[in-house]
């Protein structure tokens, strides 16, 4: 999906799907269009809605070997290790469905240098080389220059680190990227602007297009590695997640730079304590999971700690080529799980990195700790 | 019956290069080497793990094979030229080969940076053997610049749609003075033994090996096949320089 001449944003390109009737074209698939799809070698945006249909589902056995042999033949038997670090869950947002949101009461904490340093050393030991790095959003508890200062001290200790923080302007990106940032994580969370709106009640968070182009200005940037996804549940399940195909397609077709990659986290209990409204079981997941590989051959595909490790194990031949693994969701908590912030999500997988390890090699795969050298 | 390759004053007896990425296991490496014959394999260094406290991908690599790092990662000459260097500091030897892609959507070698780089490299004592997009005039520059070979790509790098560039390579291995590597998109043994029959150097096969469910049985299968395309390669040259002895050997009765 190219860029028209002037065009400036993703959202351009899903402006006209405001107002398409995702359930009259799920009523009209058939057998033989989503046998089509399946054969593409290329498959246009139309084949990936198609194969995220509720027919689709019926040949998802198909489905999961063409997504099992096309990231093999570009990923290899492989998947990614990384963790997460939270370094501070102070936010000054009103995110529902969060829990780090501003009206919960939670232990805020935020942690200091030499506390990110001991938590860098925790982390380190257990043979991880890829950290992602995560806050609140509260620019002032947690400005630029410290954020700067956490990066420099962490590449000490990981080959590789990526943000996953409130959007910022390319400039502000610019600066993390010199610190010695390669990956942006940022989540959409929905991508349908009304339900948006609903969920995200104050705060910047409530700027819709502001974040719909953060992970764009993160690409100018010159970040290497860009991941984006939904938050599965705050919106219709298959749009969401067809619009995040469509914005990680366009994201490799304008940035070829860039190397994207999605992740479909689904909501769990939180300390909001928010129902979500909308879902997706298992077999709907991994629907979506083979329908992405097949639409973006080369898009990484991401899968966290928040889906437990019996159903994580299966991902490994579906598709996935990125697991966190040993992860703590609060803040610090790898030193000192009692010293901790409060978590932002429950985690499923409660595995350590060594367990992980070890099932992957089981499936028949390797785990791979290190894959970048910032030189 | 075959002369030896010779690259950079190495002598290669086996003519398949194979790699060390997207195994399942690396234990399969050594295995893979030994079943194929393979002398000489490609590493990654940004999956090198110097001082990591996790398994180290050059101990599976068996003494007597030579290690051929490669740039992989580098968007710029630049970053290929450091990563080149930081691996021959780091003991992997002097040779190196040269893959720059800024295209992280086919991942098509960004010729111009790939020259570049090896303007600088070739001048430093490496052995450099750039991964391009066949072109012949920039192969000649390549050349002229101090490239051991020449190492064009069949199909973008994990297609396995073999031989897509197959009369570009011919142009480059019809008019090139360095060896001719063919290097990605090889996916089936019958593609090695064609690139080999259209009088290639050498190929490097790593996705189709190492994606294999028996990695050695395929690469054992490479062996074979790029021994018989060589071989039919020879006995085609063999059988051109007879007819091509008498001037005219077939009318020449008729004088």
New interface residues.
Partial sequence: MLREEGQVSFHHSIEPYKNFDFQDFFAQVTQERVAAALAAEKLSEKDFLVLLSPLAAESLEQMARKASELT???????IQLYIPLYISNFCANECIYCGFHRGNDIRRKKLSLAEIEAEARTIA?T?M?HLLLLTGEAPAVTPIEYLEEAVRLLKKYF?SVSIEIFPMDETDYRRLKEAGVDGLTLYQEVYDERRYGLVHLAGRKTDYRYRLDAPERGARAGF?MVNIGPLIGLGEVRSEVFFSGLHAGYL??NF?????SLSLPRMNPAEGNYQAEFHADDRTFVQFLTALRCFLP?AGLTVSTRESAAFRDNLIRLGATRFSAGSCTGVGGYGDREDSGSPQFAITDERSVAEVVQAI?QS???P??????M? | MDEKLSIGGHFFTSRLFTGTGKFAASEWIPRMLGASGSEMITVALRRIDQGGTTENILDFIPEGVVLLPNTSGARTAEEAVRIARIAKAAGCGNFIKIEVITDMKYLMPDNYETLKATEILAREDFIVLPYVLPDLPLAKRLEDAGAAAVMPLGSPIGSNRGLLTRDLIAMLIENCRVPVVVDAGIGRPSQAAEAMEMGADAVLVNTAIATAEDPAMMGRAFGLAVEAGRLGYLARLAGQSKTARASSPLTGFLD
């Fill in positions: 093999v033949q570009y990923f290899g038997r492989t030991a043979g080389r080959a290497r490799a077709d070829l730079q860039t190397e994207v080369r090699r028949g795969y390797q791979v700790y290190k894959d970048w050298d030189i």
